[in-house]
């Protein structure tokens, strides 16, 4: 398969020589035993040089605490952080006061999400839209805080239809959004055409980077029902393959690696603007991927 030529508007790009932007997700540990390994794994993903760390947010905040913890222990590493921000349940005010609590912080990214409330509550809150919550957040702070919003290249689950869902990613642009991170995906195709859809809503939405959200593979079961559940879609071709390597986990190990770091070949190659890797707070996955990419830059 060859690669897809740059489209005709493209996105922020790189010369050959030049490193692509990383940067990785993490989610707030729940246990001391985890609170030490993401440690150990930052410190392996920090020779990366990742432009900035992410971190997770439960539900309904269900995992605040813990959230703005991991993102002050990576702020005093030295790295920059993002916090994942989410809105549904809240209120004008609690945003108001975590949006301030974060300032104190020193942290100057932020990922805005709609977010999920907890099993067995209603809608609740004041917001309803992640747009909402970028316009309230521009409106409090200004130009303080990066905001990176959610993009969906294979449609939120949720969304009415595919068009509804286009023009509710626009609406998080023109409420100020810096730049946007995909779901994970395995077809490259979606993505650029989800980029070239961006791209002829104007010029207004055209220049906001939208960065391909990558998910190393390391186990079949977890990830088939994970994808499933989220509404990623895992091709035909390495869902069967997956199945087929019954319990051989180096076989899926080592088949997820060509898998994924062809992908991202393929994503550098058409001109995605960074990547931004889904860590699930292990490090050798990823390592192992971008060992690949340097490897066939070199090559």
């Known amino acids: 398969?060859?690669?897809?030529?740059?489209?005709?508007?493209?996105?922020?790009?790189?010369?050959?020589?030049?490193?692509?932007?990383?940067?990785?997700?993490?989610?707030?540990?729940?246990?001391?035993?985890?609170?030490?390994?993401?440690?150990?794994?930052?410190?392996?993903?920090?020779?990366?040089?990742?432009e900035f760390c992410s971190v997770t947010y439960g539900a309904g905040g269900s995992t605040h605490e813990g959230s703005f913890a991991t993102v002050r222990e990576i702020l005093a590493e030295g790295v920059p952080a993002a916090a994942h921000f989410s809105c549904i349940g809240a209120t004008r005010a609690s945003v108001r006061a975590q949006l301030q609590e974060l300032q104190a912080m020193g942290v100057r990214r932020l990922v805005a999400l709609r977010g999920d409330l907890p099993s067995g509550y209603g809608l609740g809150g004041e917001f309803?839209?992640?747009?909402?919550?970028?316009?309230?957040?521009?409106?409090?702070?200004?130009?303080?805080?990066?905001?990176?919003?959610?993009?969906?290249?294979?449609?939120?689950?949720?969304?009415r239809s595919p068009a509804a869902d286009l023009q509710a990613f626009a609406a998080k642009l023109r409420a100020g959004a810096d730049s946007a991170i995909t779901q994970y995906f395995y077809n490259a195709d979606a993505y650029f055409r989800f980029v070239d859809e961006v791209q002829r809503l104007g010029a207004d939405v055209a220049r906001v980077p939208i960065v391909p959200g990558i998910m190393p593979i390391t186990g079949a079961a977890q990830l088939l029902r994970f994808s499933d559940a989220c509404g990623a879609e895992v091709p035909r071709w390495i869902r069967l393959r997956l199945q087929a390597f019954g319990d051989d986990t180096a076989?899926?190990?080592?088949?997820?690696?060509?898998?994924?770091?062809?992908?991202?070949?393929?994503?550098?190659?058409?001109?995605?603007?960074?990547?931004?890797?889904?860590?699930?707070?292990?490090?050798?996955?990823?390592?192992?991927?971008?060992?690949?990419?340097?490897?066939?830059q070199q090559g």
């Not at 992908?263 to 192992?288: D, K």
């Open 1 to 50: 398969m060859t690669a897809r030529p740059p489209p005709p508007m493209k996105q922020a790009t790189h010369e050959a020589s030049a490193r692509l932007p990383l940067s990785f997700e993490f989610f707030p540990p729940k246990t001391p035993e985890g609170v030490e390994k993401l440690r150990t794994v930052r410190r392996a993903l920090y020779a990366l040089a990742p």
């Open 128 to 159: 309803h839209y992640a747009s909402e919550l970028v316009e309230f957040i521009r409106a409090e702070t200004g130009r303080h805080f990066h905001i990176e919003v959610a993009a969906y290249p294979e449609t939120h689950p949720q969304a």
């Open 251 to 296: 076989s899926i190990k080592a088949f997820g690696l060509d898998v994924v770091a062809a992908l991202c070949e393929r994503l550098i190659a058409g001109g995605a603007p960074a990547l931004h890797f889904y860590t699930m707070n292990q490090s050798a996955p990823t390592l192992a991927i971008c060992a690949r990419l340097q490897g066939a």
